[in-house]
C-alpha cells in the first residue's frame, strides 16, 4: 500500500510540475524585408495559450496530429491571436495571415505569420498583450529584424510600442 501510494504521489507531483511553471513569456520575432514583406513568427508555451482560449471563449481548443507534426486549425488561432496582437504602420493596421503553426516536442507554439508593408518602413506599432490578462506574470518578447532592429518587452501595463 505504501509502495502505491507513493508512486499515486509521484505520479501527481509529475503532473503538477508539467502543467505549473514560473515563468510566463511569448518571443516575436519579426522580420521586415526590403520588398516590403514581414514574416513573424510566434512563441508561446502551448498549454498558457490552450488554457486562455479555452477560458476566454468558454471552449476547448485540440491540436491535430499530421504524420510527425501537431499543430492548431490555423482558422481558430486567427481570431484569438489578431485580438491580442496587432502591427500598424502610421496608424494603418497592417493585414496579417497566419500561414502555419506547430508545437515543437517541447510543447511550444510557434505561429508563421505574414503580412505586406511599406518598402522602407521607417516605424512600425505593436499592439500585444497576447495572455496578459490571464497571467499578470506574463512577458511579451519582440524582436525586430531587417529594415528596422530593435527589441522591447510588453506586460500587462505596457501593451503598446512604437518601434522607430
Known amino acids: 500500500m505504501k509502495i502505491y501510494l507513493s508512486f499515486l504521489f509521484i505520479s501527481f507531483l509529475g503532473l503538477w510540475k508539467t502543467t505549473y511553471h514560473e515563468t510566463y513569456i511569448s518571443i516575436s520575432e519579426i522580420r521586415i524585408l526590403k520588398e516590403g514583406k514581414i514574416e513573424l513568427s510566434l512563441e508561446l508555451i502551448a498549454?498558457?495559450?490552450?488554457?486562455?482560449?479555452?477560458k476566454s471563449n468558454s471552449k476547448e481548443i485540440k491540436s491535430v496530429f499530421n504524420k510527425e507534426l501537431e499543430y492548431y486549425d490555423n482558422n481558430l488561432l486567427k481570431e484569438f491571436i489578431f485580438n491580442h496582437y496587432s502591427i500598424s504602420e502610421r496608424n494603418n493596421?497592417?493585414?496579417?495571415?497566419?500561414?502555419?503553426?506547430e508545437i515543437n516536442l517541447d510543447g511550444i507554439l510557434i505561429i508563421y505569420i505574414e503580412g505586406d508593408?511599406?518598402?522602407?518602413?521607417?516605424?512600425?506599432t505593436v499592439f500585444n498583450d497576447l495572455l496578459v490578462n490571464w497571467f499578470p506574470d506574463q512577458q511579451n518578447i519582440v524582436n525586430l529584424s531587417g529594415e528596422l532592429k530593435s527589441s522591447f518587452t510588453f506586460n500587462k501595463n505596457i501593451k503598446i510600442h512604437v518601434f522607430q
Do not use: S
Not at 498549454?47 to 479555452?54: G, I, P, W
Not at 508593408?117 to 512600425?124: D, I, R, S, V
Open 47 to 54: 498549454h498558457d495559450f490552450e488554457y486562455v482560449y479555452q
Open 117 to 124: 508593408c511599406k518598402k522602407n518602413l521607417k516605424e512600425l
Open 93 to 101: 493596421k497592417i493585414d496579417l495571415k497566419i500561414i502555419g503553426n
